[in-house]
């Protein structure tokens, strides 16, 4: 199942290994060694760095997806959301769980009780046989590290950069993957037509994208040129 701790959180709909399309080679290698780990529930360790627009917190909340769908537990925690009451002792206990994700955690880093929270979390994790993904913007390399604790508990953690996709063709792939989760397919026509007009940037499109599955929806019409130019005439 997925944990919630005691907050409402939900995993977005189409967060799934399946829609990720990287342009990294040696990510896509990452990836499937970290999903290996997780089919197998063997113990590991693993950070994903790079720009806010990669796509990490889409592959934390793929990865409590994918181990859901395994019929074990997941946890995922949003670390920079400052609505929500989270202190160190939520770290508490989560070794028991079969997959734990801490979005952002680089924003701890240099707190005392949160390096000790973490170092803890990862030392019984590992023990117990059970996963640990991080993300965050900054390299392990770059961190100010205040105990020794978290510094060596940190060596056995895989360092795994995530960067933006660039490469038009790659976008149009990923929002292709998208649609087609979201049940509706979406032309390259209209795919080029959303990059020239709109955004380069995946993250942002996904939100137009949104929009369009809205109006598919309500309107009952397939995604035409014509129509998705109308749709987002007042955008």
């Known amino acids: 199942m997925f944990v919630q701790m005691p907050l409402k959180i939900g995993l977005r709909d189409e967060a799934s290994f399946a829609t990720f399309v990287t342009e990294q080679e040696s990510l896509a290698v990452a990836l499937n060694g970290l999903q290996t780990s997780l089919k197998q529930n063997s113990a590991g360790a693993f950070y994903l760095y790079g720009d806010l627009t990669a796509g990490k917190t ?3 909340q793929a990865a409590c ?25 939520v770290l508490v206990g989560l070794e028991q769980t079969n997959l734990i994700c801490l979005d952002d955690i680089d924003i701890l880093i240099g707190d005392k009780n949160w390096e000790l929270a973490l170092a803890n979390l990862l030392t019984k994790s590992s023990v117990q046989g059970h996963v640990v993904i ?10 100010n590290l205040v105990t020794t604790e978290l510094t060596q508990a940190l060596i056995n953690v895989l360092p795994i950069e995530v960067t933006p996709l660039s490469d ?18 979406l032309p390259l026509e209209v795919g080029n037509y959303l990059i020239k007009n709109f955004s380069s940037d995946l993250q942002e499109l996904l939100a137009v994208l949104k929009i369009l ?10 995604l035409t040129l014509p129509f998705v130019k109308q749709a987002l005439s007042n955008l």
Do not use: C
């Open 58 to 60: 889409h592959l934390l």
């Open 65 to 89: 997806r994918y181990v859901t769908e395994l019929g074990q537990a997941s946890v995922y925690l949003p670390m920079a959301d400052k609505s929500l009451p989270l202190i160190p002792d």
């Open 134 to 143: 991080l993300s965050g913007n900054s390299s392990i390399n770059d961190w």
């Open 168 to 185: 038009k063709t790659e976008i149009i792939a990923a929002l292709q993957r998208h649609s087609s989760k979201l049940g509706f397919q």
């Open 213 to 222: 599955e809205q109006a598919t929806l309500v309107e009952k019409r397939k």
